[in-house]
């Protein structure tokens, strides 16, 4: 259940990091699809920042990739990952001024998916062989 449960944070983070790392303007004005939940009223574009955190989005996909595709502990992995999902939802739970309901409900709901699979691969990795690191 770990690596499924990693497996799928890295299918559902990758359509975000590609566009960011490599169509940032598209990524801040159009993410997803054409919804432009990543710019908010009064945010100013900053190509440098989002090429970054599609960078570091695209290194962690290919490290839980390789995590999952060589049968290795995942434990540090969806550590990361329960990091990094908390943090956004955090941020965004307290910045939906300007959104509709519907973008509301779809933002938080489609961010929070990161960490619940982060806790399960944590929760499922706890007692696997090789669990140790």
């Known amino acids: 259940m770990e690596r499924v449960a990693l497996g799928l944070i890295a299918m559902l983070m990758l359509p ?12 801040f004005d159009d993410f997803p699809l054409g919804r432009s ?34 049968h290795q502990a995942g ?10 999902g908390v943090l956004h939802v955090s941020f965004h739970a307290q910045h939906l001024d ?19 699979l982060a806790v399960v691969a944590l929760w499922a990795g706890r ?3 090789g669990s140790t690191d």
């Open 127 to 129: 007692s696997s062989p």
């Open 75 to 84: 434990r540090g992995i969806a550590l990361a990952w329960l990091v990094q």
């Open 16 to 27: 975000a990091a590609p566009q960011a790392a490599f169509a940032p303007r598209s990524f």
């Open 98 to 116: 300007g959104f509709a309901g519907i973008d509301k409900v779809g933002l938080i709901g489609s961010l929070v998916i990161i960490p619940v």
């Open 37 to 70: 939940w990543i710019a908010h009223p009064g945010d100013a574009y900053n190509e440098h920042l989002v090429r970054d955190v599609g960078a570091l989005l695209l290194a962690l996909i290919i490290a839980t990739a390789w995590t999952v595709l060589r």
